[in-house]
């Protein structure tokens, strides 16, 4: 079992920036891959971001690309996501989660295990 934290959402003003974490905990020994989802009211959770076990791979919806950027440190056991020019309409809820092997996905059915979630809200 894996478990998972997130912290750092919080308010801000669009064009604004916010770096989120996700603390991992439990059977950390394992080699495995980890991303990014949001979930929006009223909307689906979606992909953001993955990255594999060493940090050399990530995968990322091509719209974000250019702003949001994935990245972790296995030694601290902590995933990052930092986001840039923030738009209002990213307002969600932020889920970290993580795979049971390592290799990239995007579909969330691939994810075993999955935090509480963080709330990001982006003011216009």
């Known amino acids: 079992q894996v478990q998972l934290v997130e912290s750092g959402g919080g308010l801000v003003q669009a064009g604004g920036s916010l770096r989120l974490s996700c603390a991992a905990s439990?059977?950390?020994?394992?080699?495995?891959?980890m991303g990014w989802f949001r979930q929006a009211p009223g909307k689906e959770r979606e992909f953001v971001a993955a990255?594999?076990?060493?940090?050399?791979?990530?995968y990322q919806s091509d719209s974000l690309k250019c702003r949001f950027t994935i990245s972790r440190d296995n030694a601290q056991n902590t995933m990052y996501l930092a986001m840039d020019s923030l738009k209002p309409e990213e307002t969600a809820v932020y889920y970290c989660?993580?795979?049971?092997?390592?290799?990239?996905?995007?579909?969330?059915?691939?994810?075993?295990?999955w935090g509480q979630g963080t709330q990001g809200t982006v003011s216009s």
């Open positions: 439990g059977r950390t020994s394992n080699r495995y891959a």
């Open positions: 989660a993580a795979r049971n092997k390592d290799g990239l996905g995007y579909n969330r059915l691939l994810y075993s295990y």
């Open positions: 990255i594999n076990w060493s940090g050399a791979s990530t």
